[in-house]
T-cell receptor
Framework: QKEVEQDPGPLSVPEGAIVSLNCTYS??????FMWYRQYSRKGPELLMY????GNKEDGRFTAQVDKSSKYISLFIRDSQPSDSATYLC?????????????FGKGTSLLVTP | GAVVSQHPSWVICKSGTSVKIECRSL??????MFWYRQFPKQSLMLMAT?????????EQGVEKDKFLINHASLTLSTLTVTSAHPEDSSFYIC???????FGQGTRLTVV
């Protein structure tokens, strides 16, 4: 079993819809959880960064972490065509520079006008 | 925010030749940088951890003699793919410091 599981999609939604993206993981030592957006042939761009369980909101984006279920989510409200990209979840046991990230496969999202 | 610049953004090379990819931290000093590889529709897989002034740490299954990493200064790490083969064609990405910031990536195509 891979440490981080993420449905690759693709996920297609109409403009304005609420998008829900999810990842599950098996390593209970993960404490830091991140969501990245990646456009084709580009490096990942950090969207959200959360520590331990709870919710974090930033504009149209909300990240949720449920450590008891080993489940994290990213919600996108009022989705826009410009949100079309691949969304990667990532997590780490520690936050300092000595620890690399464990990535999900990424979910491809298409928001249609 | 911290900026990581990666160069080149794409390269095409002949099988058997070597290719060098540079990763620079523009506004911070990076004692550690990470090199990832991403195949189409796959996740980012960590290849190696680059340590300034010392040897890189390679992940299991990554050939250290094939993927040479040099981290000679606090702002520059390089990845050299030696004797490249078509199966090395991939998207290579570096990241620095807290892993929150990634380079733009390098698309390598070996023909």
């Amino acid at each position: 079993q891979k440490e981080v599981e993420q449905d690759p999609g693709p996920l297609s939604v109409p403009e304005g819809a609420i998008v829900s993206l999810n990842c599950t993981y098996s390593n209970s030592a993960f404490q830091y959880f991140m969501w990245y957006r990646q456009y084709s042939r580009k490096g990942p761009e950090l969207l959200m960064y959360t520590y331990s369980s709870g919710n974090k909101e930033d504009g149209r984006f909300t990240a949720q972490v449920d450590k008891s279920s080993k489940y994290i989510s990213l919600f996108i409200r009022d989705s826009q065509p410009s949100d079309s990209a691949t969304y990667l979840c990532a997590m780490s046991e520690q936050a300092n520079s000595g620890y690399a990230l464990n990535f999900g496969k990424g979910t491809s999202l298409l928001v249609t006008p | 925010g911290a900026v990581v610049s990666q160069h080149p953004s794409w390269v095409i090379c002949k099988s058997g030749t070597s290719v060098k990819i540079e990763c620079r931290s523009l506004d911070f000093q990076a004692t550690t940088m990470f090199w990832y590889r991403q195949f189409p529709k796959q996740s980012l897989m960590l290849m190696a951890t680059s340590n300034e002034g010392s040897k890189a740490t390679y992940e299991q299954g990554v050939e250290k003699d094939k993927f040479l990493i040099n981290h000679a200064s606090l702002t520059l790490s390089t990845l050299t793919v030696t004797s490249a083969h078509p199966e090395d064609s991939s998207f290579y990405i570096c990241s620095g410091r807290t892993e929150a910031f990634f380079g733009q990536g390098t698309r390598l195509t070996v023909v």
